[in-house]
């Protein structure tokens, strides 16, 4: 056997699947019928203590209405007069009988009202029992003190209802007008409780403190006298018998401030253990079915699992061989998936690495050539400049001497290749010699204005950051819309957000032609490329970028607007070090 499982991985994990996969399954089902009845008799408690929160708010908001509904006299200014009135005229006692009436046939439920009046010792009733029941009624009833509402169980005509009983006192005074009695069916609390009632089961009702016994949903009912006494808490439950039948009983108590009442629910062992015999038998089939997949899972699973592994040892001897050529054969995405186009990609980088590094050192070798190109020996110019401003001064053309000058510093300043980084303030300087020749150029066609804090002069920044931008809203902007225009420099030192450190925010404002969307997306695609641009677009305003993010990284950030010929806005975002930062000499 052991000799027969070191000869294959496949075996191995086979076995081991197979072991892992059924033995639990075994344990849990032995275990699981044990526990199940235990805990299918909690959740039947669970889930009826939650119905019954529901039975009782709703049983709740039903008494709190017919507690309202025995105020409703006080809102007839004519018949609180007539309550308080000691004569008995017709009119009067017409009136009152009405209202009453009106009062019995409000509610379908309601077998009986009655106003027992103080001041004229009359008793008006309206009710759909017979005479006897009537009398019966009336020797029934019990006199009450106070302002309260007072909740009692009676019996009508055979029939238990609820007796609801409420004072009328002539407000401010507290002098009694009499006793409104209404004797209520329990037909609409048998409504809210049977939305809830299964088999084998049934609901009682008890109300106040002495928890008297108004409702059950079953018309005979023994062993359910006691229960009083063993409801403690809240809510909770326990163990009994009804007619006989050992179940539980599931209690929920409700303070009401008006009627405090206790709902009670009976089920029976028989459905507890219906459920659990359901369950434990659906669980024994699931269980079944599940091995018989585990099994043929297992199979299957173990068998792809070697076969990437044995593909991968084909391609590695073909890789010792020196064959580079080797074709993905799966587009797997799990583990194995991802080593198998890990090695491919390995071996894909392999072959392409010499051609890659030659690719580099062309292209660097053609940006320097490029460079090289466009040089002219400097100290030749500078020279042949310093000698033309000198005659221009000689010939007293004073503007002349001036814009040679500057564009001799803009020469210098551009030819200077000793560093890629300067302080801000010299790009600040190239640009307002820049802008000098610019606006003697355009005369009174083009303004420009720029702002920037005293504060950051010093930073550092990568050379020739400003002028291709400036350059683009002038060449694209300006000269290709409608030839004159404004541009302004905008530059700000603010907090970055969650971070200690600053930020050096650059934007180039202008309101000529302005740049279509389809540009603006054509620059963030090239931007995505990660790679510098060479060829008609020079060193224009997608190498600033690119520049800009290979210094700085993902503490740099971008933003193009346009809106042609109101604003075109080119906005830099460069987040700073604290290291960054320098100080102004003096």
Same mark, same amino acid.
């Given at each position: 056997?052991?000799?027969?499982?070191?000869?294959?991985?496949?075996?191995?994990?086979?076995?081991?699947?197979?072991?892992?996969?059924?033995?639990?399954?075994?344990?849990?089902?032995?275990?699981?019928?044990?526990?199940?009845?235990?805990?299918?008799?909690?959740?039947?408690?669970?889930?009826?203590?939650?119905?019954?929160?529901? &039975?009782?708010?709703?049983?709740?908001?039903? $008494?709190?209405?017919?507690?309202?509904? +025995?105020?409703? /006299?006080?809102?007839?200014?004519?018949?609180?007069?007539? /309550?308080?009135? +000691?004569? #008995?005229?017709?009119?009067?006692?017409?009136?009152?009988?009405?209202?009453?009436?009106?009062?019995?046939?409000?509610?379908? %439920?309601?077998?009986?009202?009655? =106003?027992?009046?103080?001041?004229?010792?009359?008793?008006? #009733?309206?009710?759909?029992?017979?005479?006897?029941?009537?009398?019966?009624?009336?020797?029934?009833?019990?006199?009450?003190?106070?302002?309260?509402?007072?909740?009692?169980?009676?019996?009508?005509?055979?029939?238990?209802?609820?007796?609801?009983?409420? !004072?009328?006192?002539?407000?401010?005074?507290?002098?009694?007008?009499?006793?409104?009695?209404?004797?209520?069916?329990?037909?609409?609390?048998?409504?809210?409780?049977?939305?809830?009632?299964?088999?084998?089961?049934?609901?009682?009702?008890?109300?106040?403190?002495?928890?008297?016994?108004?409702?059950?949903?079953?018309?005979? +009912?023994?062993?359910?006298?006691?229960?009083?006494?063993?409801?403690?808490?809240?809510?909770?439950?326990? %163990?009994?018998?009804?007619?006989?039948?050992?179940?539980? $009983?599931?209690?929920?108590?409700?303070? !009401?401030?008006?009627?405090?009442?206790?709902?009670?629910?009976?089920?029976?062992?028989?459905?507890?253990?219906?459920?659990?015999?359901?369950?434990?038998?659906?669980?024994?089939?699931?269980?079944?079915?599940?091995?018989?997949?585990?099994?043929?899972?297992?199979?299957?699973?173990?068998?792809?699992?070697?076969?990437?592994?044995?593909?991968?040892?084909?391609?590695?001897?073909?890789?010792?061989?020196?064959? /580079?050529?080797?074709?993905?054969?799966?587009?797997?995405?799990?583990?194995?998936?991802?080593?198998? !186009?890990?090695?491919? #990609?390995?071996?894909? !980088?392999?072959?392409?690495?010499?051609?890659?590094?030659?690719? =580099?050192?062309?292209?660097?070798?053609?940006?320097?050539?490029?460079?090289?190109?466009?040089?002219?020996?400097?100290?030749?110019?500078?020279?042949?400049?310093?000698?033309?401003?000198?005659?221009?001064?000689?010939?007293?053309? =004073?503007?002349?001497?001036?814009?040679?000058?500057?564009?001799?510093?803009?020469?210098?300043?551009?030819?200077?290749?000793?560093?890629?980084?300067?302080?801000?303030?010299?790009?600040?300087?190239?640009?307002?010699?820049?802008?000098?020749?610019?606006?003697?150029? /355009?005369?009174?066609?083009?303004?420009?204005?720029?702002?920037?804090?005293?504060?950051?002069?010093?930073?550092?920044?990568?050379?020739?950051?400003?002028?291709?931008?400036? %350059?683009?809203?002038?060449?694209?902007?300006?000269?290709?819309?409608?030839?004159?225009?404004? &541009?302004?420099?905008?530059?700000?030192?603010?907090?970055?957000?969650?971070?200690?450190?600053?930020?050096?925010?650059?934007?180039?404002?202008?309101?000529?032609?302005?740049?279509?969307?389809?540009?603006?997306?054509?620059?963030?695609?090239? =931007?995505?490329?990660?790679?510098?641009?060479?060829?008609?677009?020079?060193?224009?305003?997608?190498?600033?970028?690119?520049?800009?993010?290979?210094?700085?990284?993902?503490?740099?950030?971008? %933003?193009?607007?346009?809106?042609?010929?109101?604003? #075109?806005?080119?906005?830099?975002?460069?987040?700073?070090?604290?290291?960054?930062?320098?100080?102004?000499?003096?």
């Amino acid at each position: 056997m052991m000799k027969w499982l070191k000869g294959s991985l496949f075996r191995k994990i086979l076995i081991i699947m197979l072991c892992v996969a059924i033995l639990p399954f075994l344990l849990a089902s032995l275990l699981a019928y044990r526990t199940i009845s235990s805990s299918m008799k909690q959740q039947v408690i669970d889930l009826n203590q939650n119905a019954m929160e529901i &039975i009782s708010n709703n049983l709740k908001i039903y $008494f709190d209405d017919l507690n309202m509904l +025995t105020s409703s /006299f006080y809102v007839d200014p004519q018949l609180m007069s007539y /309550f308080r009135s +000691t004569e #008995t005229s017709p009119l009067q006692k017409l009136y009152i009988y009405n209202k009453v009436n009106t009062m019995y046939i409000s509610r379908s %439920e309601f077998h009986g009202v009655q =106003y027992i009046s103080k001041t004229k010792n009359l008793t008006f #009733t309206s009710s759909d029992v017979n005479n006897n029941d009537i009398k019966k009624m009336l020797g029934d009833y019990d006199e009450i003190k106070g302002e309260a509402t007072v909740y009692s169980v009676k019996n009508l005509g055979g029939k238990q209802v609820l007796l609801i009983q409420k !004072n009328l006192v002539d407000y401010p005074g507290s002098a009694v007008l009499g006793t409104i009695n209404i004797y209520v069916g329990l037909s609409e609390i048998d409504k809210l409780i049977h939305t809830q009632l299964l088999q084998d089961s049934a609901y009682f009702l008890l109300i106040n403190q002495q928890d008297q016994f108004l409702y059950s949903s079953l018309e005979q +009912t023994s062993g359910v006298q006691h229960l009083q006494s063993k409801m403690i808490n809240g809510k909770g439950s326990f %163990e009994g018998e009804m007619n006989g039948k050992k179940g539980v $009983f599931i209690y929920l108590k409700n303070a !009401n401030d008006n009627l405090p009442f206790t709902l009670v629910k009976y089920v029976s062992d028989s459905v507890i253990n219906e459920s659990a015999y359901k369950t434990m038998s659906q669980s024994v089939v699931i269980l079944l079915i599940a091995i018989i997949l585990v099994v043929v899972l297992a199979v299957i699973l173990s068998y792809f699992i070697i076969l990437p592994i044995k593909r991968l040892l084909r391609s590695m001897v073909r890789v010792e061989q020196g064959h /580079f050529d080797i074709k993905r054969e799966s587009q797997r995405t799990d583990e194995l998936g991802i080593l198998e !186009n890990r090695f491919y #990609t390995m071996v894909q !980088n392999l072959d392409e690495f010499m051609n890659r590094e030659y690719r =580099y050192r062309l292209e660097l070798s053609t940006a320097q050539l490029k460079m090289l190109q466009a040089q002219i020996n400097p100290h030749f110019l500078y020279n042949t400049m310093q000698y033309i401003g000198t005659v221009a001064l000689k010939m007293k053309a =004073y503007e002349v001497s001036d814009k040679i000058a500057e564009l001799g510093s803009i020469l210098r300043y551009s030819m200077d290749f000793r560093s890629d980084v300067v302080m801000l303030s010299m790009e600040i300087h190239h640009i307002e010699d820049y802008m000098s020749i610019q606006l003697g150029r /355009f005369k009174n066609k083009l303004t420009f204005d720029m702002a920037c804090p005293p504060e950051a002069a010093s930073i550092e920044v990568p050379k020739m950051l400003l002028q291709p931008l400036i %350059e683009n809203s002038i060449v694209h902007g300006i000269e290709q819309g409608r030839g004159y225009g404004s &541009i302004r420099l905008e530059i700000e030192l603010s907090p970055q957000e969650e971070s200690e450190n600053k930020a050096l925010l650059i934007r180039v404002i202008d309101n000529g032609k302005g740049i279509p969307a389809e540009k603006i997306a054509e620059i963030r695609s090239d =931007y995505l490329e990660n790679k510098l641009h060479y060829g008609q677009n020079g060193i224009g305003l997608i190498n600033v970028l690119q520049r800009l993010r290979l210094r700085y990284g993902s503490d740099f950030s971008w %933003e193009v607007t346009s809106v042609p010929y109101e604003a #075109t806005m080119i906005a830099l975002n460069i987040g700073l070090d604290q290291a960054e930062e320098r100080k102004d000499p003096k």
